[in-house]
């Protein structure tokens, strides 16, 4: 009868809620983009000044400026399941909780390695996949909805064990491959059409290396990369300038010896830095912790039941702020839902 009763704002609680109308999502991306904007890490978009009236005495003084806050980079989380070729991307609220965003299928099954950010200097995400077996890499942008389009596709070295990608200083995309079976490496530059350029290479390597990330974790102006060593629990932390060169930062023990994968990146939007989140594909378990100042891991969240198929997750800011908040409310919802005691 025209009784929209599937709408979350129906106000009855019961299953049926499950979606927001046109005008609703209008009014949230609006809300959001102004009065709320702090919300997603934003400043409200100004609206223009009224013109002054003319009149005599003096012209009032301005009011001062207000004083900008800090935007947080808030990075969304994909995990790639290379047997289905299909791949979920998920956003993290505050207390770490994930909700999906996007599922993606029809992929490629034979990515090996997959690195996400600003690599063209255009100011937009890019995704950057490479093949093993092959040695072909792709590089793809991504809008905000989460939409891929191919930028270039190319052929480079095969047989690398793990790739990861990131920026230097002066928005210089890199693209570092790390061979565990020889401790060897290559550090290339990516230009805007995904072409690889070598900086740097690099030898005598420890050939115990079982994941390498990249993120800010120390808060200067250069990258960093993780290094984790799974026999040993442990990780080691470096910087890298624009020259190639790698200085070691910290080292992490006790770190367990049952994580395959790890990500780095501002998970939650805090302002206090950013997080590493450890993945165990044998058990579907995971943690996401802090890190401080000190370099001290402090543990954020533990979860399980996580799906045993995940071979890469990678951090990114792949979805607009509205889209992030919208799967947040909507994760809250259905989890009230379904927790009536709550």
Known sequence: HGDVFVNFMDYTDDVCMQMFTTGQVERMDATLDGPRAVIIGQQPTPEPEPEPEPGPGPEPEPEPEPTPQPVVALSDVLFYDRAEGAADLYTFDEEGSPSLLHHFDSWRTTWDGIGAGNLTGTNTSEFFFYDRETGETELYAVDSQSTFSLISGHESQPNWDSVVVGTLRGDQAF????????????????????????????????????????????????????????????????????????????????????????????????????????????????????????????VVRRYTGWRTSWDIVVAGNLSSGSERVRATLVHRLLRRLASPAE
Do not use: M
């Not at 995904?194 to 974790?217: F, K, Q, S």
């Not at 994580?259 to 996401?288: E, F």
């Open 175 to 298: 693209a570092l491959f790390y061979s565990r079976t020889h401790g060897t490496a290559e550090l290339h530059r990516l230009d805007a059409n995904g072409n690889l350029v070598l900086i740097r290479e690099y030898d005598d390597w420890r050939t115990t290396w079982d994941c390498l990330v990249a993120g800010n974790l120390t808060g200067g102006n250069k990258p960093d990369i993780l290094f984790y060593d799974k026999a040993a629990g442990e990780a080691e932390l470096y910087s890298v300038d624009a020259s190639g060169t790698l200085s070691f930062e910290r080292r992490f023990t006790d770190l367990g010896t049952n994580w395959d994968l790890l990500v780095t990146g501002n998970l939650t939007g805090s302002p206090t830095g950013h997080k590493v989140l450890l993945y165990d594909r044998r058990a579907g378990d995971a943690v996401l912790q802090s890190l401080s100042g000190d370099g001290t891991l402090s």
